[in-house]
């Protein structure tokens, strides 16, 4: 009798139990002390931030949005055109330039950064004095956009230090460096130059986290160069590359100053065309002073650009996704 009892009271008492469990393991309840003050906190310390983005840079990306579909000069009233400016700056062979020097950015020189970065991380990840060699490395990305353009002047020049050095060797009509064909390569060229330390130093701090012990357990089973690059030091620094990637990635639609520095002297106020990107495009198109402001084609430009940044950096971290690996 007692034992039927107890079955019966435990049978009643399942149903209460489940549904206990189901109400604790419902979002945003139950859960540890730790969780709830975590919870109690987001709205706090999140709360403001997302306040200030939402200021900062939502509103004013939704208001750009507005502006692209409509025909206006800054002041007086705007016209609307819907997607007429959209189809404006596809149509215009400026723009699919700009847009193409924007995307040579991107992957060309993004390429050559990372392939020059990645081989010096491998060299100066067991030389004497790496922590010197990476700040000397660094240095150039902390220097202004205008130095590089004044001293590409003076190197550059009919008379400058590498006509001058090219002499000796036989070499009595060397390129026209400054030329306008020319300038958009040497930008190219500076921005490897310049960037490449930058890049080089966040994966030498990637590459510095591994423990030693992997390196020796490699050397232990004899395992090649090319082997301990592979198994060892790209799995364990795959969430750095993902990072350099989406900030490079970032930085280069954005590229405006150094090619308004390099071309901004050709006497015309603004650079060569052959040198402009989407940036310079959007700029131009808005404040130069030589026409008429069109701030509709602008903000249409601008929206382009934000729009293949946003399509690039989801590609990039889907593309680049790995499970954390812990040691």
């Given at each position: ?117 990645f081989a010096m991380t491998l ?38 230090m590498v006509n001058t050095l ?162």
């Amino acid at each position: 009798m007692s034992t039927t009892t107890g079955r019966r009271t435990a049978a009643a008492a399942a149903p209460a139990s489940t549904k206990a469990l189901a109400k604790a393991s419902k979002p945003g309840q139950g859960g540890s002390s730790i969780d709830r003050q975590r919870r109690k906190l987001l709205v706090p310390f999140v709360g403001p931030a997302f306040h200030f983005y939402t200021v900062l840079f939502i509103v004013p990306a939704i208001g750009a949005g507005w502006i692209s579909l409509h025909v206006w000069a800054g002041s007086g009233p705007m016209k609307f055109v819907g997607l007429q400016n959209y189809v404006k700056v596809f149509k215009d062979p400026l723009f699919l330039k700009s847009f193409g020097n924007t995307l040579l950015l991107l992957f060309v020189v993004g390429a050559t950064i990372f392939i020059l970065a990645f081989a010096m991380t491998l060299v100066l990840r067991d030389m004497a004095g790496k922590k010197i060699v990476r700040n000397v490395i660094f240095f150039p990305h902390l220097i202004n956009a205008l130095v590089f353009g004044v001293l590409a002047g003076f190197i550059f020049n009919p008379g400058g230090m590498v006509n001058t050095l090219l002499k000796p060797l036989g070499i009595t009509e060397p390129p026209a460096w400054l030329a306008q064909e020319n300038i958009f390569p040497l930008i190219m060229a500076t921005l490897v130059a310049t960037t490449t330390g930058y890049f080089t130093t966040i994966l030498m701090a990637g590459v510095d986290r591994i423990p030693p012990y992997f390196y020796e357990d490699c050397a232990l089973a004899g395992a090649t160069a090319f082997q301990r690059l592979r198994y060892v030091i790209l799995p364990l620094t795959w969430d750095v590359f993902g990072t350099c990637a989406v900030l490079w990635t970032i930085s280069s639609i954005k590229i405006f100053e150094i090619i308004w520095v390099f071309g901004g002297s050709s006497g015309a106020g603004i650079p060569p065309t052959q040198s402009w990107t989407t940036a310079v495009y959007t700029y131009v198109t808005a404040f130069s002073g030589q026409s008429t402001p069109a701030y509709g084609a602008a903000t249409a430009s601008a929206i382009i650009s934000l729009a293949l940044v946003s399509v690039l950096v989801v590609l990039l971290r889907r593309a680049m996704r790995r499970d954390a690996v812990e040691f």
